[in-house]
């Protein structure tokens, strides 16, 4: 049976401030650790390389920030592809690889023998990784708040090469990505490389 899966987005971090987009690897605020800590304490645990009550992410310098809370000795970093961070293939900025990243995410978690998993992440790939924009707010890039989650379960005709999800308790039907929606992330994909030049 796969595991149910919980979604979370990532706690306020320095670039959800004033939309200041071009920091590259933005810290999280102190409301952001708040959040953090929050949902650490009353909400989720998961089973994949951690104690019961951490939660994981899949952005390392995520996991790095937040050290003073959680007891890296149980990190497994082998998860971690070197190239994540290249912007190449897989990890390129373009609509095509995106959808593969979340793909690729569906079809590893559905086939993990853990019974939860947690997966933190930007809101605006929840959207890919769930296959649903149902109320997305453009002007946010995203319906997630700061550290929101969500439960989730995959589909009756899930499989181990096609697996989908959907919201665990919503009687609202998915909705498609809305058509021109990746211009404005590109962009902001584009201002991080040149303030990092």
Same mark, same amino acid.
């Given at each position: 049976m796969p595991p149910t899966v919980y979604v979370i987005r990532h706690g306020?971090? %320095?670039?959800?401030?004033? %939309?200041?987009?071009? #920091? =590259?690897?933005?810290?999280?605020? %102190?409301?952001?650790?708040?959040?953090c800590k929050k949902l650490q304490e009353g909400h989720l645990t998961c089973d994949l390389g951690y104690e019961a009550t951490i939660t994981k992410s899949e952005a390392p310098n995520l996991i790095a920030q937040a050290a003073p809370l959680y007891d890296l000795k149980n990190l497994d970093m082998t998860l971690v592809d070197e190239t994540w961070n290249s912007k190449k293939g897989i990890y390129a900025p373009t609509l095509k690889a995106v959808r593969e990243r979340a793909a690729t995410m569906r079809n590893w978690i559905y086939n993990r023998p853990e019974k939860h998993i947690a997966l933190v992440t930007h809101g605006a790939f929840l959207h890919y990784f769930t296959e649903d924009w149902t109320a997305y707010e453009k002007s946010r890039g995203t319906v997630y708040l700061n550290c929101e989650y969500r439960k989730l379960e995959f589909t009756e005709d899930s499989n181990g090469h096609e697996p989908h #999800? =959907?919201?665990?308790?919503?009687?609202?039907?998915?909705?498609? =990505?809305?058509?021109?929606?990746?211009?404005?992330?590109?962009?902001?994909?584009e201002e991080v490389e040149r303030a990092s030049m």
């Open positions: 306020q971090g %320095e670039h959800n401030v004033n %939309e200041v987009h071009h #920091l =590259r690897d933005p810290l999280l605020t %102190e409301t952001g650790k708040a959040q #999800l =959907r919201e665990c308790g919503s009687m609202l039907e998915k909705q498609d =990505r809305p058509i021109g929606l990746d211009a404005h992330v590109i962009h902001e994909i």
